[in-house]
């Protein structure tokens, strides 16, 4: 049993929890929580770690049938855990590996991220877009990294079916896309044409912004067509994640 915080096992997983880098580097990453352990698949998993009380709990330990895994005091696990409330289990994950050519199988449909800052809405984003069918997520390197804890919770699971792309240069990316016949869409202030107009049965992609200063200029200028997203009252413009579901359930009805 791992009894002690400095316990080198322990310091690994703090430096994979906090540090990005580090996640990179080693192409690792850590899940926590039942349901996202449950959800990942088994030849990605490189260690499981349990708490003593979730062994303790007879229903929970049946879980870890056919498992190996590591025991952590209650009170290491708790400091090690990057939650408030920790379930008692995390394991070490490998990354998983795309090319753009897995998004782009079957009719592409793609959400692309220009410098998205918030995990809550990143994991919202890839949770939402399983749902509406989506062919993968297109990410600049100014985006929050996609591994980081709070943005693999809010995926709760998703992460591991939805493929996507780091973009080194996301104009680039985008250029290339448009050369294989997808059309982009931007949601934007200078878009008079209601989102639920063009027809979307082609390939299409989305542009969707940073939460507080939107798209930039030249990453705007590459799409084919600006639409916009019709309010009422004083409001100006949506939540980046809820304004990239209206957008992506528009093409899941219009596909059905």
């Known amino acids: 049993m791992i009894t002690s915080s400095s316990n080198s096992q322990m310091k690994y997983i703090m430096q994979l929890n906090k540090k990005a880098k580090t996640r990179y580097e080693q192409r ?24 003593e009380s979730f062994l303790q ?19 290491v696990f708790q400091a090690v855990s990057d939650t408030k409330t920790p379930q008692g289990i995390f394991c070490l994950v490998k990354m998983p590996e795309y090319e753009m050519e897995d998004l782009l199988r079957g009719k592409a449909h793609l959400l692309i991220l220009e410098d998205i800052q918030d995990p809550g809405n990143l994991g919202t984003m890839l949770r ?5 069918g989506i062919t993968g997520i297109i990410m600049s390197k100014g985006t929050v990294d996609i591994f980081h804890p709070k943005v693999i919770r809010s995926t709760m699971g998703s992460l591991f079916r939805v493929p996507f792309f780091i973009a080194e ?28 107009k063009p027809d979307y049965t ?21 799409a084919d067509t600006y639409i916009r997203i019709p ?8 939540n980046a994640a809820m304004a990239a579901a209206l957008l992506m359930y528009e093409v899941n009805r219009q596909r059905r």
């Open 28 to 51: 690792v990453f850590v899940v926590e929580g039942i349901k996202m352990w449950q959800e990942t698949p088994r030849e990605q998993i490189q260690k499981i770690y349990v708490s």
């Open 57 to 75: 709990d007879a229903k929970k330990r049946r879980l870890l049938k056919d498992c190996t895994y590591e025991v952590v005091a209650d009170r």
């Open 128 to 132: 939402t877009g399983e749902g509406a």
């Open 169 to 196: 240069n996301l104009s680039r990316t985008i250029g290339t896309i448009k050369e294989q016949g997808i059309t982009v869409y931007a949601a934007h202030l200078k878009g008079v044409l209601s989102y639920d």
């Open 202 to 222: 082609g390939a299409c992609g989305f542009l969707i912004g940073n939460e507080g200063n939107g798209l930039s200029a030249e990453i705007a200028s590459l």
């Open 231 to 238: 309010m009422e009252g004083k409001v100006e413009s949506l």
